[in-house]
């Protein structure tokens, strides 16, 4: 096996050394948030088209004033879980998933950034998504949602 003698951050010369063929692989990106959005630049300017360029998280995106809630004044809503008809107060912001792990609810849920599909639920109210990776245009349509990744935008209900 070939030995690199780098060290340190990787570096446009790095990346043209290791791959020459860069721009004709698919390229699969992991890592804290800050080097993500570096590599990802860094890719963007040795001409790496977006659609090569997977990457994968493992927390939410930083929460924009788009995911602000639609009744602002609000200081919480309410999330009902439909089987048991049991009310739990979900924040501005706050996950599904956060809010009926606060309450004691038990719900399924391994990457908890929309990724595995796992904590796959069908909302009823208005909701907004952070992630829709392993959801279907019909399930959009039919309320499903993934409960790690979605927000509440006013009082939702929740079956899962």
Sequence with gaps: ????????????????????DLLSRHVYLCGPAPY????????????????????????????????????????????TLKKSGKKVKILPGQTLLAALEGAGETMMA???????GACRCTTEGEIERQSVMTLSPQDLESGVALACSCTARGDVCVDY
Aim: net charge negative.
């Design 1 to 20: 096996p070939a030995v690199y003698p780098w060290v340190g951050r990787l570096t446009p010369e790095m990346l043209r050394e290791l791959a020459p």
């Design 36 to 79: 993500m959005e570096a590599v990802s630049e860094m890719l963007a300017g040795l001409g790496l088209p977006a659609e090569q360029l997977h990457q994968e998280s493992f927390g939410l995106p930083a929460a924009t004033s788009s995911t602000a809630p639609v009744a602002a004044s609000s200081d919480h809503f309410w999330l």
């Design 110 to 116: 391994a990457c908890r950034a929309g990724v595995c």
